[in-house]
């Protein structure tokens, strides 16, 4: 049965570009904070532009609309993803979901183990714990795009499949952990609206628009709710209709016409805007900071060591065996990427951390902990891993 063009490998596709244009944001985001620019840069990105949508975050800028506003859409776009593979993917049946499973949370819990345990002194640090646990999955196909094909396919998509999983880690977090002052009333009324969404895939409305109005609608109750307005698009996704005719679904649609703004607009403004930080003043003793050593630890020692050894324990335990046709050294490098938590760690940093001394170690911390997990898994993958033998 022919597959739609909305796969796993057409979505590996989009992202190594979308990755590559990440890279090139995050780049430009340095040089401005770090240029005679940097003022302009910091004013605008901070500048009040209205209206006050949330009593509780006041007027909106340029900064708000980025990450509470148009990144809602990024995770419309998880949310969309995490469904079909669930329902007609890659994660559609048990067997095929246990490996990932257990890969994304080994790889969420020793993170944030990491982290704690480098942290633990300072009690103000504990409430970062979650920045090293997900992986950027545009980041690290970026990555894997440049290495061609030494990276055999079923790794690009276990990587890929492990991603979505623990996306939902990391939704779950940001609802259950950093929201906060929470305005029941709002909450209420934004299960209502759900309400309707799901009252529309009911009635077999197929059109996206109603669907559209409706996370317009829900995203801004959830803002006033206190619970992060990012959640309200993974929210929206689990109720957009999928369909038995995948490639003309309202889900299908949808998904393929957000794909080119996310990956090519809106995660690249999101770096743009958050990956910044001035340099200037700042000395080595900067980067032995707790929370800096803290973030960094977590994203590259964390991340391969939770998942490399979950791996490995379902594999001898017989609970699922590592992807099929590739060597352990192939799976080691493809691993060390899952260590690049760009896009997520960089999000949850800002809802962890208000002040802006905070922020620049989280900054800081992101940017060694994901560039070391980057080179050292293309030195890896490209001069280091060998194939699997055969037999």
Same mark, same amino acid.
Not at 1 to 10: A, V
Not at 18 to 23: A, C, H, T
Not at 157 to 160: E, K, N, P, S
Not at 378 to 382: G, I, K, Q, T
């Given at each position: ?16 570009a ?6 090139a ?6 040089i ?21 949508l ?16 148009l990144? $809602?859409?990024?995770?419309? *776009? +998880? ?7 669930? @329902? &007609? =993917?890659? /994660? ?16 969420m ?18 409430r ?10 545009a980041?690290a196909?970026?990555?894997l795009?440049?290495l ?8 690009k998509?276990?990587?890929?499949t492990?991603?979505?999983v623990d996306?939902m880690?990391a ?8 929201s ?19 009252a ?12 559209l109005?409706?996370? $317009?609608?829900?995203w801004? *109750? +959830? ?7 990012? @959640? &309200? =698009?993974? /929210? ?9 005719d ?5 889900l299908?649609r ?13 995660v ?17 003793h ?5 929370l ?14 939770g ?7 379902a ?14 050294t ?20 800002g ?14 911390? +992101? ?7 980057? @080179? &050292?898994g ?5 001069w ?8």
């Open positions: 049965m022919r597959r739609p063009l909305s796969t796993l490998r057409q979505f590996l596709a989009d992202e190594a979308g990755g590559i244009v990440l890279i944001a995050a780049a430009l985001a340095m401005l904070a770090n240029s005679p620019l940097a003022y302009s840069y910091f004013h605008l990105l901070h500048a009040e532009t209205g209206p006050v949330a009593p509780a975050i006041g007027p909106m800028t340029a900064h708000l609309w980025v990450n509470d506003g990144m $809602a859409l990024f995770f419309l *776009l +998880v949310g969309l993803e995490i469904k079909r593979e669930i @329902v &007609a =993917g890659e /994660l559609s049946r048990p067997a095929d979901r246990r490996l990932p499973l257990v890969a994304a949370i080994a790889g819990a020793a993170p944030a183990l990491v982290y704690l345990a480098i942290s633990w002194g300072d009690p103000a640090l504990r970062g714990w979650a920045i090293p646990a997900a992986t950027d999955i980041f196909v970026g990555v795009a440049l061609g094909k030494r990276v055999p396919t079923q790794l998509l276990f990587l890929t492990v991603a979505i996306d880690g939704v779950a977090i940001i609802a259950i952990v950093y906060k002052g929470i305005d029941i009333g709002a909450l209420l009324a934004a299960a209502g609206m759900l309400a309707v969404m799901w529309l895939g009911r009635r077999g409305v197929t059109a996206l628009w109603p669907f109005l409706c996370f $317009a609608i829900l801004w *109750l +959830v803002l006033r709710s206190g619970v992060h307005a990012t @959640v &309200a =698009g993974v /929210l929206a996704a689990a109720l957009i209709p999928i369909g038995k995948e490639a003309t679904s309202p299908h949808l998904e393929h016409a957000l794909s080119p703004w996310v990956a090519f607009l809106i690249p403004l999101f770096a743009l805007a958050n990956a910044g930080v001035a340099l200037g003043g700042l000395g080595l900067a980067l032995a900071e707790p800096v050593v803290a973030v960094a630890a977590g994203l590259f020692v964390g991340k391969q060591a998942m490399l050894g979950g791996i490995a324990l594999d001898r335990l017989g609970i699922a065996p590592r992807p099929r046709g590739v060597s352990w192939q799976l080691y490098g493809v691993l060390l990427l899952a260590g690049i938590g760009f896009t997520m760690s960089l999000f949850i940093g809802l962890a951390f208000d002040t802006p001394a905070r922020m620049d170690s989280v900054k800081i911390g +992101v940017l060694i902990g994901s560039g070391l997990s980057a @080179v &050292a293309f030195v890896v993958l490209r280091i891993a060998r194939p699997a033998t055969k037999g």
